[in-house]
């Protein structure tokens, strides 16, 4: 029995009932969206396995202040302050340090600056909704932001999204890529939503609802929210030279 | 009661929205300023990768025949040896000239997407066979909820193909000329029909 450090490992199997589905007609752009096929099950091979790592250089000084980096000098973006800070983890508790984490969001009224985006709610001269973190040795990360405002989208005749930001993580494999959205505590607004609503089981759903933070609050500044987001673990052991059904 | 395993669960997946560009390619939607350029938006290679230089482009298509004009791609490949660009590759140095992963947001009039790189090289599988030269492919878009994972194989490696461990795995054969980009000059053509006659095979992966 060989023990140096083992070859890295397949994922841990996706658990698909934790998963959204494709097909969720009530979210309705999914009807023409949603492949009608099965997936075709591949445990990973190099090429899921492994995945693209990126560098802390690439960072700027403002990359995790939202309140700040589309700001001009002096000025600041408009809305509640907040911290939002967790860790990336993985399904066996394990941190992954080094690890891309990018963020996007609406304005405190719910405006996007998106020329798609053509609600009512005006623009944020100083606000930008957009940054990114690269997570520290313990798996960290925080960013400073504005808290973005719900808003109303042409799903049902009167849908509106709760407040949210867009999360999308990398992990150390392909097959790790997640892109999620995270909610704020007591929104009456998460529970109406169709898109929430994509995701089958209620303890799944609440593990996307941030709780406010009162330990990592700054007084007379900002309050915090705390969000772990997990990625899919992975198997210690790889078992090569054996072929299917042998 | 037995010991409690004590795994988490992965967390779930939402829609990357109509509004995914903020986040990764602001430049691409005006939003300047904040980052120098797009991650991973541009040629993959610059002049000291190695390799022969191809271009990969594709709509991704709806169940009604429409390309999506909010869709993001990313892709994810081996170098011209076979070799990943990652921590976990551990048969050898990948070309530092070459990192092997790039993402393009659809062109929001045509839904076009386009990735200049290299033709990768050959890559085992678990039980040692070469795979044929593929790239992975991972879709997001709004009226998606969980990113799609797929493969993109080459019209020219027929022989390759035939012998490729995953495209065997396909019961339906009429499926696999799904996966494979259709050669035109440097170009490689790869449609990706979401559903409908000509759907893409997306794995589980």
Request: aromatic residues 10%.
């Amino acid at each position: 029995m060989r023990n140096t450090i083992p070859e890295a490992g397949p994922l841990f199997v996706r658990d698909r009932a934790m998963q959204p589905p494709a097909y969720t007609p009530w979210y309705k752009t999914s009807v023409l969206r949603a492949p009608t096929r099965a997936l075709l099950s591949l445990e990973g091979t190099r090429s899921e396995i492994t995945g693209p790592v990126f560098g802390h250089n690439m960072l700027h000084e403002l990359d995790n202040d939202l309140i700040h980096n589309y700001a001009k000098p002096g000025e600041s973006a408009i809305g509640p302050r907040i911290l939002v800070h967790g860790r990336v983890l993985d399904e066996s508790n394990r941190p992954l340090p080094g690890v891309l984490v990018e963020f996007w969001q609406a304005n405190a009224g719910g405006r996007y600056r998106h020329k798609k985006d053509t609600y009512l709610a005006a623009i944020d001269p100083n606000f930008g909704g957009v940054g990114r973190a690269i997570t520290d040795d313990d798996g960290y990360y925080w960013f400073k932001t504005v808290q973005p405002g719900p808003y109303p989208w042409p799903n049902g005749v009167n849908d509106w999204r709760p407040a949210h930001i867009h999360f999308s993580i990398f992990g150390k494999s392909f097959a790790q890529r997640l892109i999620t959205q995270m909610y704020f505590e007591g929104d009456p607004l998460i529970w109406r939503c169709p898109i929430v609503q994509t995701i089958p089981d209620k303890a799944a759903i609440e593990r996307l609802v941030a709780p406010l933070d009162m330990n990592a609050t700054l007084p007379m500044d900002m309050r915090a929210y705390k969000f772990d987001i997990v990625l899919r673990g992975r198997r210690s052991t790889m078992f090569e030279n054996r072929r299917e059904g042998n | 009661m037995v010991q409690p395993l004590g795994y988490l669960k992965e967390s779930p997946s939402q829609t990357a929205g109509p509004y995914v560009h903020i986040g990764l390619t602001p430049n691409f939607v005006g939003i300047h300023g904040i980052y120098a350029e797009d991650l991973g938006v541009g040629a993959l290679v610059n002049e000291k990768t190695r390799g022969e230089r191809i271009v990969i482009r594709g709509r991704v298509i709806d169940g009604s025949g429409t390309p999506l004009k909010d869709a993001l791609v990313e892709i994810w490949q081996a170098d011209a040896a076979g070799l990943y660009n990652s921590p976990l590759e551990t048969r050898g140095k990948a070309d530092e000239n070459f990192s092997g992963w790039g993402r393009s947001p659809a062109h929001f009039e045509t839904g076009e997407f386009v990735f200049e790189t290299v033709k990768p090289g050959r890559v085992p599988f678990q039980d040692g066979r070469l795979m044929a030269p593929h790239v992975t492919l991972w879709i997001v878009a709004r009226g998606i909820n969980i990113g799609l994972h797929t493969r993109m194989y080459f019209s020219d490696e027929a022989d390759a193909n035939a012998e490729d461990p995953v495209l065997a795995r396909i019961e339906h054969k009429v499926r696999i000329p799904t996966l494979i980009g259709q050669r035109d000059g440097d170009a490689y053509q790869f449609d990706i029909h979401l559903q409908g006659e000509r759907e893409t095979v997306f794995f589980d992966m």
